[in-house]
Nanobody, 124 residues
């Protein structure tokens, strides 16, 4: 059983930065691609970023490209999302998730394990 635990969310002013972490249990973290999603109140869960198993391949939603950076440390079983230049529209609960597909996928249904989420609130 895989467990994913996000941390690092909080309240920040527009233009500020936050770094989210996602700690994974188990010894298979490095075998799988990972992703970040977010969900704002009243909206559907949306894709934010993807990283392949080794970290060499990444992909971003247009809304965060150039501001967010996804990375991973397989030795520490941890996934990261560095968020800079935050905007009020980035306010959401952020989730990390594991996918069983090795290539870029933005579809939530392609991810089989999810964390509980961490709240990010950006004030204007």
């Amino acid at each position: 059983q895989v467990q994913l635990v996000e941390s690092g969310g909080g309240l920040v002013q527009a233009g500020g930065s936050l770094r989210l972490s996602c700690a994974a249990s188990g010894r298979t973290f490095s075998n799988y691609a990972m992703g970040w999603f977010r969900q704002a109140p009243g909206k559907e869960r949306e894709f934010v970023s993807f990283i392949n198993w080794g970290g060499a391949s990444t992909y971003y939603a247009d809304s965060v490209k150039g501001r967010f950076t996804i990375s991973r440390d397989n030795a520490k079983n941890t996934l990261y999302l560095q968020m800079n230049g935050l905007k009020p529209e980035d306010t959401a609960v952020y989730y990390c998730a594991r996918t069983h597909t090795p290539v870029v996928t933005t579809t939530p249904g392609q991810y089989d394990y999810w964390g509980q989420g961490t709240q990010v609130t950006v004030s204007s």
